[in-house]
């Protein structure tokens, strides 16, 4: 069942490097971001994903009882989170639940469980 959930999940999340946001957009880059892009061959965008890096580096981590998403990228975290501690990146919410996703594990658990 939690594999399940991650499966959706990462495909949630690659929703949201698709839509550059959800269920509102991420703040659009910077002039200057736009430029060194462009200038280093990368093209102005899309948002987060010049290499790819960020969006491929999600995975899951399953067990008995629990799931996890992790990202090892070292810049991943100053993205999703709430404080910025003193780094200068807007936040851009990647793993996000969202009430469809929240109605989508639901239906997952319940289908487990057998009740339909």
Known sequence: MYAEF?????RSIDRNFT???RPSRWAPLAPATIRERIR???GAGPILQRTKT???AF???VGKTFLRILNNTPY???HQQDERLGVKL???I??????????QFTRIYRRHLGIN
């Open 6 to 10: 991650g499966t959706y999940q990462l």
């Open 19 to 21: 839509g550059e946001g």
């Open 40 to 42: 280093l061959g990368f």
């Open 54 to 56: 960020l969006r491929n």
């Open 59 to 61: 995975r899951t981590h």
């Open 76 to 78: 991943f975290k100053y």
């Open 90 to 92: 807007p936040r851009r």
């Open 94 to 103: 990647m793993v996000i639940l969202l009430d469809q996703d929240k109605a």
